[in-house]
């Protein structure tokens, strides 16, 4: 079923241990749609200046990805630059030119208004709640954050994902979020917010999923990916985004009855993990110009021989 | 079928943020050979001082360890203190006593010769080469070893663990012993010097298996166990490293054959992760004290009900 994804639409300079990019496509909306694009129809949204090569809006149609949603203003693009430390495990941010994504207030074109997914990716919350008021019966909503809107805008943040099926936050923002330093009290406090489901990244030892039952809150836990190098891991958490709401979308699920699915939901975030870990195989999002739902597969099946007991 | 444990058993004195404890029964051999139990008949090696208490003899005795290796001898047994950080990530020591455990030196009485299970604590990797020449016809060996050996005694280390069925090891250690930062490699470059499987633990993210087949190597992971307290983390890798052993034992595995198995593997792995996370529940050993078989299997199958897609 069709997926809108809502978020920033970027050029990256980027520099880890392996090289160095100048201007690559980049965004947490662009790798979102990417990857949920092997799962599902995915339309987004979000805004590019007049810089924005038609080579990148064709490497995102080449994966049917409706861009009807994203705007194109006088003015440049968003522009990021970061460096990552020897292990990859830090990354420093050198530049950041917000440029046309600084009056960024998406407007949903009429053909997306009754489609039943809807990702909001990390943008202020009180425009992830204003997207969600333009659509018409949308069956399953949930989003993304992080720290400076968890301190700064904390209020908006609360009364944003009160509404959603499903936050997805990295373990340390979980535990800003909720103020608790264990995973599973941060998760029962977070739920306590109101969102259905909750995910928590962390990194690369895989993800935990919460939500409340009539029995007590349940969890399923997947490990991460191995990979063989990490080239660069730019984009793997919008990856992971985009893999596990591109499968629940494919799939149909309502996360109201996702009480009789765990199986369902940790496939999901299997499938971001596999996702996030494609991602981190090439500079910027170019893995995605070569990779096959196959391969896609053939790596979930690789996973689930390696869990299952 | 039968295990037998050498290692070191002794008194600790324990501060977490939860509280503190002066004198409680510790020891890596103690925990092993506690945790193992609940699956298989273990024997133990090891060495206390005349100070060792009746009630803690009780207490090994209490689950069916044999304790006929176990000498006694003029002196005071092994003490050990240390203090956790705040989130328990850290710990340091306040002090070290080896007394008697200085001049261990492991002898296996003749009941023990023929047992088809061994596994080797953190000791002296001359030491634990030695016990393991006792042995006849031992069926499967593995153990454990820290830092210090690693970078002291690389050479004894080496000569040592290459005749070993297995090698469980933290990811730092991992890292340290093979010189690789990625764990893919760093297990590649470990299973190069010997051994036949290499468990890396990875703490409250659980733990990963590699083991080389005709197609390259193989891999098994498992996320840990959440906890909603870790009231003393003291001893849970050597829990982790009896429940392992213990479960391999119990199903009488062979992992010259384990290729075929890797959902045994992973089991086992399983059991060591449920053995890890009950050892936290309590200071120091005292959760032995209550915990029940049936409580043991129950964990396992919610780790089952979490983990599987």
Not at 47 to 69: N, P, Q, Y
Not at 72 to 82: A, D, L, Q, Y
Not at 177 to 191: D, E, P, R, V, Y
Not at 250 to 276: C, H, Q
């Amino acid at each position: 079923m069709s997926l809108v994804i809502v978020g920033s639409v970027a050029y990256d300079a980027l520099q880890t241990p392996h090289g160095k990019v100048d201007r690559i496509l980049g965004g947490a909306c662009t790798y979102s749609a990417l990857s949920a694009s092997y799962f599902t129809p995915v339309s987004i949204v979000g805004v590019v200046g007049e810089d924005f090569a038609e080579s990148d809006v064709d490497m995102l149609t080449s994966h049917g990805i409706d861009v009807e949603g994203l705007e194109r203003v006088p003015g440049k693009t968003f522009f990021w630059s970061g460096v990552y430390s020897d292990d990859m495990n830090d990354r420093t941010t050198l530049v950041t030119e917000l440029n046309v994504f600084a009056s960024f207030d998406p407007k949903l074109p009429a053909s997306y208004r009754t489609k039943p997914y809807l990702f909001l990716g990390n943008i202020q919350p009180t425009l992830q709640k204003a997207v969600k008021e333009q659509m018409n019966g949308v069956k399953l909503v949930g989003g993304d954050t992080m720290n400076y809107w968890i301190v700064d805008h904390r209020d908006a943040l609360l009364e944003t994902i009160k509404e959603w099926d499903f936050l997805l936050i990295n373990d340390s923002e979980a535990r800003q979020l909720s103020g608790k330093a264990n995973l599973k009290h941060a998760a029962a406090t977070i739920l306590d917010f109101g969102p259905r489901t909750v995910i928590i990244k962390r990194g690369e030892y895989g993800a935990l999923l919460f939500w409340r039952t009539n029995g007590g809150i349940r969890w399923v836990a997947a490990p991460g990916y191995l990979l063989d190098e990490v080239f660069d891991p730019t984009g793997a958490g919008d990856c992971f985004a985009g893999g596990f709401m591109g499968y629940l979308a494919s799939r149909g699920i309502d996360l109201a009855t996702a009480e009789a699915e765990p199986k369902e939901l940790l496939r999901a975030v299997i499938y971001g993990s596999v996702m996030g870990s494609f991602c981190c195989e090439t500079f910027g999002p170019e893995r995605f110009r070569t990779l096959t739902r196959a391969q896609v597969d053939a790596r979930f099946q690789e996973f689930q021989a390696a869990t299952a007991f």
